[in-house]
């Protein structure tokens, strides 16, 4: 039997020759079928495999008109360039590889035209374009080059320019100023300032001959005037320059102090603000002060000095008449020469009187000061800062929240009165306190469905990819691959039927424990030998190669 065996084994020809000879067995409509099928799954290989390598598609265009777009289109298909529109439709897609090579050739075509024309009109002037024509083509041009340079400005989309400009005339009493308008459609969510509006109105009126700035005007999409448009800031008195200033003046407090803490009790755990009380006002004083009282020995600016005199007859009259008495002398601070009591010298009987006057002016003391104060002064500042609470770990391994301490209340609240340059003359307060946080946010936040969170559409787009290849693969083997092999492969052979008794007993030993010793193991065996000799001589016989009739 083994024999017989041995001779089928060794003339049993190789897998793959018996996989061809089973092949050349089938039919042709089989083989047909089987060529279909692995053309089908190549297919959809190479198809599963080119969507998931899709390319990567960049602007070629985008906020472009709507007849430049119909133009675009055509040469890209012209081209046979790939292209597809972007959400909305205000850009032209195609794979990012072509982008600037498509770009030059539609460039060479002169696309997109952007719906406004330039100088260029007046490349091609026909013969015998009369002059009214020349006129309309030159302001075209000229309105369409301003146009295009008012677009190059980052918050405008798209801007037209309007000129009026009037026919010259020889009398100066008619003679009419050129006016322009411009309109600007500005980007969602873009606005334009005063510098910027400002800044087209000068643009537009130096590069037409005589335009003043006063006759240009500029309004927007929505049709608001921005020019000469009042700004109600100023118009209530305020600046908001000003405004602007304070805020920076209050920031660079928080920032001296969010440094100063910062490494002490970490970014996320202090919160200050600081209030400035910036002075605006423009003042200019004069001062002129005088010092009381010079001293003596003062220089002596201008000195007046006045004498007067005048000499008077002497008594006359019968002597001893009581009415005949002469007048008494009289007394004055400065007599030169003295005056005798019964008159002047040289003249007995007659009186001599004078007086003298001095004015003296002395030099002063005079300072006069100019002071001008400087814009934005800083008359006070409130600084609040809060702390929240130190977190401390329990020999237990817990963490437990607790307050600062008094001393350290007071060491924060000196570094933060020097950081920000407290001044007690100036009035500034200072307040430091120590709160626990709160671990949530204040402000409620809209949760968005995970069915529109832009990361996980993008998550479940390569998930998905990734799944279609699997199940593409799973198809290929399972519906075509296998069922191809079981048809062609050979069958395996057939396991050898386990020997029988004459009772139609399968003989097993597997019952048998193994005997880890020699001795053991050779009592089981005659044991066996003892019980059942049939079983021994049969497999003795196998041992042997001898068939159940004897024969080798």
């Known amino acids: 039997m083994a024999t017989a065996d041995t001779a089928v084994d060794r003339g049993t020809p190789p897998p793959a020759q018996q996989a061809l000879q089973r092949f050349n067995e089938l039919s042709q409509r089989q083989k047909l079928a089987a060529g279909a099928a692995v053309a089908i799954a ?10 998931s390598r899709a390319p990567d598609y960049a602007v070629l265009f985008s906020n472009f008109e709507e007849r430049d777009g119909g133009a675009i289109v055509t040469a890209l298909q012209q081209q046979n360039v790939p292209y597809k529109f972007a959400p909305g439709g205000n850009a032209i897609l195609i794979p990012s590889g072509m982008v600037h090579d498509v770009r030059l050739r539609l460039a060479a075509q002169g696309l997109p035209k952007g719906g406004l024309v330039g100088f260029e009109l007046m490349e091609n002037q026909k013969l015998g374009v009369s002059q009214f024509h020349e006129q309309v083509n030159f302001q075209r041009a000229l309105e369409g080059e301003l146009a295009r340079t008012i677009q190059s400005i980052a918050s405008v989309a798209s801007a037209r320019v309007h000129l009026a400009i009037p026919k010259q005339s020889g009398f100066l009493r008619d003679e009419q100023k050129p006016t322009a308008s411009v309109m ?37 999409q929505n049709g608001t005037l921005l020019t000469n448009r009042p700004d109600p800031l100023r118009n209530a008195g305020l600046d908001a320059t000003q405004l602007s200033y304070v805020r920076e003046v209050e920031a660079g407090y928080i920032r001296r102090i969010e440094t100063i803490l910062a490494p002490i009790v970490g970014d996320d755990n202090f919160k200050a603000q600081v209030t400035a009380d910036v002075d605006f006002n423009q003042v200019e004083a004069t001062a002129e002060t005088y010092k009381p009282n010079p001293s003596p020995d003062q220089a002596i600016r201008s000195q007046q000095i006045n004498e007067q005199g005048m000499r008077e007859p002497a008594a006359q009259g019968v002597p001893g008449a009581l009415s005949n008495q002469p007048p008494v002398p009289a007394t004055a601070p ?14 007995p009987g007659a009186a001599f009187t004078g007086n003298r006057a001095a004015t003296i002016n002395y030099e002063l003391d005079r300072t006069i000061q100019h002071t001008k104060q400087a814009l934005g002064q800083v008359k006070r500042l409130s600084v609040a800062v809060v702390v929240n609470h130190r ?53 409620s936040q809209v949760q968005v469905p995970v069915w529109k969170d832009p990361e996980m559409v993008d998550l479940g787009k390569e998930v998905l990819k990734y799944v279609v290849i699997l199940v593409a693969l799973a198809f290929v083997y399972f519906g075509v691959v296998r069922p191809l092999l079981r048809t062609v492969a050979p069958p395996p052979p057939p396991a050898p039927a386990p020997e029988e008794e004459e009772e139609g007993a399968v003989v097993s030993l597997s019952h048998l ?23 021994v001589a049969n497999l003795i016989k196998e041992w042997m190669g001898v068939n159940e009739e004897g024969k080798r």
């Open 184 to 220: 600007v459609n500005l980007h969602p969510g873009r606005t334009m300032d005063s510098a910027q509006v400002a800044g087209i109105v000068h643009l537009v009126a130096s590069s037409v001959p005589q335009l003043a700035n006063d006759h240009v005007s500029v309004i927007d």
């Open 42 to 51: 190549i297919a959809m290989l190479v198809g599963v495999w080119l969507w």
């Open 513 to 535: 424990q193994p005997e880890n010793t020699f001795d053991a193991k050779l009592t089981r065996a005659k044991e066996l030998a003892t019980s059942d000799p049939r079983v």
């Open 334 to 347: 400065i007599t030169s020469p003295p005056v005798a009591p019964g008159g002047t010298p040289g003249a």
């Open 391 to 443: 977190n401390e770990t329990l020999p237990n391994g817990e963490s437990r929240a607790e307050a600062l301490s008094d001393e350290e209340i007071a060491r924060i609240t000196s570094l933060v009165r020097e950081a920000m340059g407290f001044n007690q003359a100036r009035g500034d307060s200072l307040n430091v306190s120590s709160a626990p946080f709160a671990a949530g946010r204040a402000e």
